[in-house]
């Protein structure tokens, strides 16, 4: 299996002023209450069909079929799911914990890399922040081979392996 991914995919930027750069300013589209303009919607997200469903953790009678991610990242997400499936690993995804999220929740003092589309959270139920999980080695492979970061090599408070997000140092 080839490790790379067409030109069409950017390289996962490091740091919060290459994040802006790459994928937009983010910060110019929030609003007083802390939700993000519907421009940023349409500007810079669009919906990746799935080759395959994913429970919802916080409603497992309800899959989902698509994921919003960043426009830049829609052949990323798509060949890393493409991969999953075709490796068998599709039965290790026990459910999905989001994508986007619409509002622009701070962890701490940054901004979540969930609100640019270019983080997703698997498996929540058993790799719950700050622990060490039981993330499948397959998948974590799948993830970096995209140029994703894994969050179960962070240390201390902050491991969060159920979190893979396309960026470094942030």
């Known amino acids: 299996m ?13 740091g919060l002023d290459q ?5 937009g300013d983010i910060f110019a589209y929030a609003t007083a209450d802390h939700t993000l303009d519907l421009r ?7 919906r990746v069909t799935l080759p395959f469903p994913m429970t919802l953790s916080w409603d ?16 990323a997400f798509t060949t890393v799911f493409d991969r999953i499936q075709s490796s068998g690993l599709q039965s290790k995804i026990t459910s999905f914990g989001g994508c986007f999220s619409f509002r622009t929740q701070r962890t701490g003092t940054k901004l979540s890399t969930h609100a640019w589309g270019i983080a997703i959270d698997l498996n929540p139920e058993t790799n719950e922040q700050g622990t060490v999980g039981n993330m499948d ?3 974590i492979a799948t993830f970096r081979a995209a140029g994703f970061e894994w969050g179960g090599d962070w240390q201390g408070r902050s491991r969060d392996p159920m979190h893979f997000q396309f960026c470094r140092g942030y």
Not at 5 to 11: C, E, M, Y
Not at 60 to 75: D, E, F, G, M, Y
């Open 40 to 46: 940023w919607q349409s500007e810079f997200l669009e």
């Open 19 to 23: 994040i802006v750069a790459t994928f």
């Open 60 to 75: 497992r009678s309800h899959s989902v079929s698509a994921i919003t991610c960043h426009k830049l990242l829609t052949n």
């Open 137 to 139: 080695p397959g998948l």
């Open 2 to 14: 080839s490790t790379n991914l067409s030109a069409k995919s950017p390289v996962p930027p490091h």
